[in-house]
């Protein structure tokens, strides 16, 4: 932070005055807590890399929340191009077989956060420190959002679903095998 543009703890004072509002915001895009928090974070982020002086403390709300919203609109605008671009990799696949066809359109109807972080992981073979670096987040999230999608992908399947370790020859970690619910 530059020392001569804020003095200490002004941040701090910004950051406990506009939080709830900033968050309040970011949350009503993102719709859950965790990217709320990576985007407030975000936000504040770019007021100090602005380095803006406000005439008031409603100019700074206003600034935060319109720079809340710009943030948590390409944060979103990056999920959907990624989002899109699995699915016309999707699409130009055409030698797929019958089960991983069946698997992936029930990865391809979990939530987006959950969908990505599966299919990176499971389809690419990428680590989870590497999917983390890729979405802009922390191992733990990728973690916890892999661990969220299986549990959907157990729960909500016709079958009961079941992972475990194995490398193919192609040298993929891990597969999917279905066993017919009674």
């Known amino acids: 932070m530059d020392s001569s ?18 968050y309040r915001i970011c949350f009503s895009f993102m ?23 406000f005439e008031s403390e409603e100019h700074e709300k206003a600034w935060l ?13 990056r999920w959907k191009r990624r989002l899109e671009n699995i699915k016309s990799f999707i699409q130009q696949e055409s030698v797929v077989r019958k089960e991983d066809d069946r698997v992936l359109e ?25 999917i983390a670096d890729m979405m802009h987040c922390s191992e733990s999230t990728v973690r916890n959002q892999l661990l969220r999608g299986r549990r959907i992908l157990k729960k909500n399947s016709v079958c009961r679903l079941y992972l475990w370790n194995a490398r193919s020859s192609s040298g993929e970690r891990y597969r999917f095998r279905f066993v017919q619910s009674e």
């Open 106 to 130: 029930w990865v391809m109807a979990l939530p987006v956060k959950y969908k990505q972080v599966i299919y990176l992981y499971y389809y690419e073979g990428y680590q989870t420190s590497e």
């Open 31 to 53: 719709k859950n807590s965790e990217d709320a928090e990576d985007m407030v974070q975000e936000t504040f982020i770019k007021l100090i890399a602005s380095k803006k002086k």
């Open 5 to 22: 543009l804020y003095a200490d703890g002004e941040i701090a004072k910004i950051y406990n005055r506009q939080y709830l509002t900033v």
């Open 65 to 77: 929340i319109v720079t809340a919203s710009n943030t948590c609109k390409d944060e979103l605008r």
